[in-house]
């Protein structure tokens, strides 16, 4: 009974071990040396990754088709002497130069902008009431229209109003060409002169002529009135059709 009982203890010792062998080798391989322990979450490098939010194009801004409805827009710039509005905006035409462009005459003649039979421009009107029009570079607008702000003088005034820059009236030119159908703001101010060895200001009126391409109002040219400048600022006598006062 004694030898029996020697073996079941026996047995049961050897138990324990296994067991405790075991429990050692399970806590080696889930410990922290080098192992992964409980509160860890493994990563699967093989895990598809979840959908990334849509990118949402910016919306483009377009500027009213109405005409009109756009002056507004003209004559805040205008009110801003924001020229940057303006400049921001003049849109040359493609032009090809032909040999009579070469023998041009006049202040905007095409012979400024052109050098060879064949050359292919980008370039603007500029037009001179009771005169003639011609071609010239984008550029040269530019300029010409930032000059007529920067000659303004708009402590004076006059039987049309205040001598700053200011949009007066709009309307459509009216050549026979179709596709120089352009609406005109025609903007006004009194600007400086010298002469006589003093500044004196005369009613002056540059009528900028827009297009609408692709949702948006460009320049394409200008019409500048310095003498009988007064003959725009009236539609009995103004060159474009549905002349209107601002």
């Known amino acids: 009974m004694v030898v029996k009982a020697w073996r079941i203890w026996g047995l049961g010792a050897i138990g324990v071990a296994i067991v405790a062998l075991l429990a050692m080798i399970a806590f080696a391989l889930l410990g922290d040396d080098g192992g992964t322990s409980v509160d860890s979450v493994p990563i699967s490098k093989t895990a598809t990754p979840g959908p990334s939010p849509t990118a949402t194009a910016a919306p483009r801004v377009t500027d009213p088709e109405d005409f009109g409805e756009f002056a507004d827009f003209v004559a805040g710039a205008a009110a801003e002497q924001d020229t940057a509005f303006f400049a921001g905006r003049v849109r040359g035409t493609t032009y090809t130069c032909s040999e009579a462009d070469l023998y041009g005459e006049g202040i905007y003649d095409r012979k400024s902008v052109c050098q060879e039979v064949g050359q292919r421009l980008e370039v603007v009107m500029q037009c001179t009431w009771a005169s003639e029009c011609g071609l010239s570079q984008p550029e040269a607008l530019v ?53 006589g060895g003093a500044s004196k200001g005369a009613r002056t009126v540059r009528a900028i002529f827009f297009q609408y391409v692709e949702g948006r109002w460009v320049i394409r040219g200008m019409e500048r009135a310095d003498v009988l400048a007064e003959e725009l600022l009236s539609p009995d006598t103004a060159p474009f059709a549905d002349w209107e006062r601002y």
């Open 143 to 195: 300029t010409a229209i930032e000059s007529y702000f920067a000659s303004a003088l708009p402590e004076e005034n006059d039987e049309y109003g205040t001598g700053a820059v200011r949009l007066y009236a709009i309307g459509v030119t009216q050549w026979t060409d179709p596709e120089r159908a352009y609406k005109a703001a025609i903007l006004t101010a009194i600007t400086g002169r010298r002469g």
